[in-house]
């Protein structure tokens, strides 16, 4: 008898507290229970207000169903009277006691809509059409193009500085946004600051990715979020928190605000995107032996535009005039930097001693010039100069991934052999080779991650293999030794993909000098870019204008008759 009367007293505890709710459908003449299920309750609200019914997939779109719920609730507002702009924001933001209060009052009722305005204020006319806009805006750059601007020459020659494309997000399949409070057509800093975030991590969503069309293959071009971009020095948003962190240690970074800044953390889709080439898919063995890439044994694919830095003695220069030397690059189109800079810091393994040093450099001073291998010859004929070789193979950079020099002595040149991770597939793993797999195991999977007495602990157990959960790619820029890629900050994970560039739209050189017009309206692809299809494209739009402007003269004409 007691648990009967316990459970009725729950029951009617229930009723009250879901009473308000329910209420506020009844108020309108709809079943109270249909308030309480869950997406059906907004397809009921969708009818009061007479909005299509398809509206409901719009509202379970991250970001884009939050500009939706706040058209829904206006809607709402106005059907049950609470017409003025402050109801409007009470609405919005008091999404949770708005709905209950409606039920709960008894002043409040239900008016149906507002009587049609022939008169319709201009800013509200307005406001409507910028919702809206606002509302397709996001879908499209959520879920199918967004537009994105070349902003290194990682790419140089195959996409280049200034290059103003459009990022096809449907091919790999679109993600849905795991930060879907953001303030509109943004990335991850609000306009006009350097670090302010804007967005709100109050809601983060898991992983999850619509279905695409393709998959990335050897050699595609693929946008990405940088993976060393979960953190950030705020006045040092474009170099890698980690690459600072090895170079003046963690405790120098966050000790000192006034030089690097406040430390930024970012969830994945608000890391900077990057864009590179996609060079070793999961499963393949890569390998670069001088220069030249290798994926499963085999030469790999060499870009067209592919060019690496050829580095000469600037001291031999002697009488020759700079700005004859730099007019003479441009007029061999060589459209990268050139880097004066001393010999990069490479280091040693004397195996009698079994110790590492620096390499001291073996010229005072140099400069590097990026270019294709057809362009070396000309070039050095133009200079006379001899060129200096670099990273050869029994050098080490101690910036390259996965940073440890006693067991990865690698450079950009002389890179691997290494295994791309595939999910399912298990690695065994220990001291000598956890340093390519620790952000693996401890950020991108999200699993507790410790090495303690010599041993490797993975969720607190003692572990000596681990299986991959997911796919992961390595990238590599075109413009080989002027590119921040894979080879110093390691994979690419699937969760970081994307989408691929489609098309430039405009290109606009860094140093000004005009439009690359042969490059407008032109199409991407792993080979390079196709004719520019600019002029095919503005002949279209004349000719749809002149139609209009004819057919308009036309109609003027027949109504000056009839009248």
């Given amino acids: 008898m007691a648990a009967r009367q316990k459970r009725h007293f729950r029951n009617e505890r229930s009723a009250r507290v879901l009473k308000p709710i329910t209420n506020t459908n ?39 169903g939050i500009y939706m719920l706040a058209i829904l609730l206006v809607d709402l507002s106005n059907h049950f ?24 009052s008894k002043k409040i009722k239900f008016v149906g809509p507002k009587p049609h305005e022939k008169n319709k204020h201009i800013i509200k006319e307005w406001g409507e059409a910028a919702v809206f806009a606002i509302v397709a805006a996001t879908l499209i750059r959520t879920f199918a193009f967004e537009a994105f601007t070349i902003p290194t020459s990682s790419m140089e020659k195959s996409l280049m500085v200034g290059d103003y494309l459009f990022v096809n997000k449907m091919r790999y399949g679109a993600k849905i946004p795991s930060t879907p409070l953001t303030f509109p057509f943004t990335h991850n800093s609000l306009p006009f600051t350097e670090s302010t975030p804007s967005f709100l991590d109050w809601i983060e969503l898991p992983y999850l990715r619509f279905p695409g069309w393709a998959s990335i293959k050897n050699n595609d071009i693929v946008v990405f979020n940088f993976p060393e971009g979960d953190t950030v020095a705020g006045k040092y948003p474009n170099i890698s928190y980690y690459q600072l962190v090895r170079g003046q240690g963690r405790d120098v970074i966050w000790n000192n ?7 930024l953390i970012r969830p994945v889709d608000k890391e900077d995107n990057y864009i590179k080439r996609c060079v070793a898919i999961p499963g393949d063995k890569m390998e670069i032996k001088n220069r030249q890439l290798f994926i499963n044994g085999k030469e790999a694919y060499n870009p067209p535009n592919m060019q690496f830095s050829h580095c000469f003695n600037n001291s031999n220069l002697g009488d020759w005039n700079m700005k004859e030397f730099q007019e003479g690059i441009a007029k061999m189109n060589i459209t990268d930097e050139v880097n004066y800079m001393n010999n990069p810091r490479l280091l040693k393994y004397d195996s009698a001693k079994d110790s590492i040093f620096a390499v001291p450099p073996t010229l005072k001073y140099q400069f590097a010039v990026a270019m294709h291998a057809n362009q070396v010859d000309k070039f050095r004929e133009k200079v006379g100069l001899t060129e200096v070789a670099l990273d050869s193979a029994h050098l080490f950079d101690p910036e390259t991934f996965p940073h440890d020099i006693k067991n990865f002595r690698w450079n950009r040149d002389n890179y691997g052999p290494l295994t791309i991770p595939k999910a399912g597939v298990k690695v065994d793993i220990s001291l000598s080779n956890i340093a390519l797999y620790r952000r693996i195991i401890d950020v991108y999977e999200e699993n507790d991650f410790e090495i303690r007495d010599g041993k490797i602990f993975i969720n607190g ?43 430039i739209w405009l290109s606009i050189p860094k140093q000004g000098g005009g439009v690359r017009t042969e490059r407008m309206i032109s199409f991407v692809s792993p080979d390079g870019l196709s004719r520019s299809y600019l002029w095919y494209f503005a002949g279209i739009v004349a000719a749809i204008f002149a139609f209009n402007w004819f057919r308009n003269r036309h109609k003027r004409e027949a109504a000056k008759k009839k009248s």
């Fill in 461 to 503: 157990q003692v572990a000596t293999s681990y299986t991959f959960k997911l796919d992961y790619y390595f990238m590599m820029g075109d413009n080989r030794h002027n590119s921040l890629d894979s080879r110093f900050w390691g994979f690419v994970p699937e969760t970081h993909i994307v989408g691929s560039p489609s098309m």
């Fill in 81 to 104: 009277g609470k017409r003025s702009f402050r109801d409007h924001v009470i609405a919005v933001l008091g999404y949770f006691l708005f709905v209950p209060l409606i039920g709960f």
């Fill in 257 to 263: 605000p006034q030089i690097f800044g406040d430390i």
């Fill in 26 to 64: 009844e108020k309108a003449n709809v079943a109270g229970w249909k308030a309480l299920v869950p997406v059906y309750n907004f397809v009921v609200w969708l009818k009061l207000v007479k909005r299509p019914w398809w509206w409901i997939f719009l509202l379970l779109i991250p970001t884009v």
